[in-house]
């Protein structure tokens, strides 16, 4: 059983448009991450949340909004999407916190394209 | 330039061999390093980590560090078609007061049956 599930899987959008990326660990873990993986670039780290707080952003845009409604979720907002936008996005968590320095466990990603 | 970089990008080794993948960091800022492994359709999952200069070995896989060149390197001996993936070195910092990971672009090993 997956422990950290993302939704969808699969996602295709239309430019402009906003869309938001789902993610619940069952980990037990206190701190969650998001990263991107596009043809590009290598996988780029984006967002830290430890104990539902936001700890560092690296995304330069504010199109790119975390949610964090539980401490097992962090969902991924995106707004005014662009075809540059289109990557894997996937989710991330670790055990204590954003303090230590400890492995990532990943989710499978979701892969949006943006056309 | 990238503040971790690996090489080779891509690397084919028969069943049973050596592979030998390796990544230099620019930054005397990291302080651990890690290596990832990431299936097709799946996300990176975490095998091992390294901080101490020298060998860690765990399994058919061993990690070498060199603090003094920032060098290092991923060793997986007996290859099996299984470990046929996209391997990523990964190294963390401190930024903004939380751990981040700054990872490499990648290694695409085939282990050939």
């Known amino acids: 059983d997956p422990k950290i599930i993302q939704k969808p899987k699969y996602l295709v959008a239309v430019t402009g448009s906003e869309k938001i990326l789902i993610c619940e660990q069952y980990l037990g873990h206190n701190a969650m991450y998001w990263y991107r993986q596009s043809a590009k670039k290598p996988l780029e780290f984006m967002f830290s949340?430890?104990?539902?707080?936001?700890?560092d952003n690296q995304t330069a845009s504010s199109r790119f909004q975390p949610q964090s409604s539980k401490k097992n979720h962090l969902d991924l907002q995106i707004t005014a999407l662009k075809p540059d936008d289109s990557a894997t996005y996937f989710c991330a968590s670790s055990p204590r916190g954003a303090y230590s320095n400890e492995r990532l466990f990943f989710g499978h990603g979701t892969k949006l394209s943006v056309l | 330039q990238q503040k971790v970089q690996q090489s080779p990008e891509s690397l084919s080794v028969p069943e049973g061999g050596m592979a030998s993948l390796n990544c230099t960091s620019s930054?005397?800022?990291?302080?651990y390093f890690w290596w990832y492994r990431q299936h097709s359709g799946e996300g990176p999952k975490a095998l091992m980590?390294?901080?101490?200069?020298g060998d860690k070995k765990e399994g058919r896989f061993t990690a070498h560090l060199n603090k003094a060149s920032l060098h290092v390197s991923l060793h997986i001996r007996d290859s099996q078609p299984s470990d046929s993936a996209l391997y990523f070195c990964a190294a963390s910092e401190i930024s903004s007061g939380s751990w981040q990971l700054i990872f490499g672009s990648g290694t695409q090993l085939t282990v050939m049956p």
């Open positions: 930054d005397r800022n990291f302080q």
């Open positions: 980590s390294i901080f101490s200069d």
């Open positions: 949340y430890s104990y539902q707080k936001l700890m």
